[in-house]
């Protein structure tokens, strides 16, 4: 599949429809989504067949996604109730052959709610920035490492890029630690707060190979 039609199906993937300001709930846009997916799949061959788990998983597109490129298992795990009832319709919309499933759960916590000895392939994540609960973006690469067995995939602002070098490598233990690309991150007006009707944010796209 060619990345100009896989941006093209998930733009029919529906997002929050009231996001929570305490969750740092943002919509993960098509472009963005696609370009993570399209790296793992074609670059790093870490989708299909793979068992791959999207933490923070808002309304599944990242996972809904991977399906659509032949995972051959993904579980997306979110705190909210609200958000994974958008995703569970959204799976429904997409009427998948591969399985989808979808956990309540902080990910945050010590314990997820897998098996003890459960271990995914490969993990993907667009956490929280980390700007209204301190340490949040960390928490979920902490949670990551312990469920992944290969790599993790994430997003993060770019100002902390020398500082999330450090931290894979000295917290996480990483065997490597890059930033695949550069992206924009156009994120609408979406609370209050928000003086501009949208606000232009640098993001890397992180890969995070596990020892």
């Known amino acids: 599949m060619k990345l100009k039609e896989l941006e093209s199906v998930l733009s029919q993937v529906d997002s929050f429809e009231t996001p929570k300001i305490e969750l740092e709930q943002y919509k993960t846009s098509a472009h963005i989504a696609s370009r993570l997916l399209f790296t793992m799949h074609n670059t790093f061959d ?6 791959i788990v999207d933490l923070g998983c808002g309304g599944g597109i990242l996972g809904l996604g991977a399906c659509v490129l032949g995972c051959g298992h993904c579980i997306g795990v979110d705190i909210d109730g609200d ?5 569970m319709r959204n799976r429904e919309d997409f009427e998948l052959e591969q399985e989808l499933d979808f956990v309540q ?6 314990v997820l709610p897998f098996h003890r000895e459960f271990r995914a392939d490969v993990v993907v994540t ?9 340490g949040a973006d960390l928490d979920f690469l902490r949670a990551a490492a312990r469920i992944a067995s290969k790599a993790i995939y994430s997003l993060h602002k770019k100002s902390t890029r020398d500082y999330l070098t450090k931290f894979a490598y000295r ?5 490597s630690a890059e ?4 992206l924009r991150y156009d994120l609408p007006s ?3 707060f928000h003086k501009r009707s949208s606000i232009d944010i640098e993001v890397d796209l992180w890969r995070i190979e596990l020892s």
């Not at 759960?105 to 010590?110: C, H, I, K, S, W």
């Not at 667009?126 to 301190?134: D, H, I, K, L």
């Not at 917290?171 to 065997?175: D, I, T």
């Open 83 to 87: 958000a994974l009832e958008i995703a």
């Open 105 to 110: 759960a902080d990910v945050r916590a010590a």
């Open 179 to 182: 930033v695949l690309a550069e």
């Open 171 to 175: 917290e996480l233990r990483a065997k």
């Open 46 to 51: 870490e989708v299909v067949d793979k068992v």
């Open 190 to 192: 979406t609370y209050k």
């Open 126 to 134: 667009n956490p929280p920035f980390g700007t209204r609960s301190q």
